[in-house]
C-alpha cells in the first residue's frame, strides 16, 4: 500500500517504522516524567520543626531537641542565637519506632 504526501511516497512499513518510532518516543518520555515524579514524592517528605513535633507528640519543645540531639539525619539552619533544629519525617519515625515500648 502507497500513501501519496505532497509528492512524497511512503511504503505501509515505512509508515508503520516511524509510528513505532512515536510510539517508542512517546514511551521512553513517559517513562522519564514518571522517574521525575517519584523523585519529586520523595522530595515531598515532611521536614517538622521542634515546636510541631512537640505538639504532636504531647511534649514540651525541649525534650524533643533532647531526643534528636545526636540524631543521624537532622538539619540544624543558622539562627540568630542558636541553630534551628529540622527533623525530617524519616527520622522523627525512625526515632519513635525506637523509644516505643516493644509488646
Known sequence: MHTENAGNVATKEEIEEA???VVEALLERINQ????LV????QEEKIFK???LADLWHVG???VRQMF???PGVMYIPGR???QMRIPEE???RVRERLTPKK
Open 69 to 71: 540531639k545526636n540524631e
Open 91 to 93: 527520622v522523627a519515625k
Open 33 to 36: 516524567l514518571e522517574s521525575r
Open 39 to 42: 523523585h519529586y514524592r520523595e
Open 61 to 63: 519543645p525541649s525534650t
Open 81 to 83: 542565637k542558636h541553630p
Open 50 to 52: 521542634v515546636a510541631t
Open 19 to 21: 509510528m513505532r518510532r
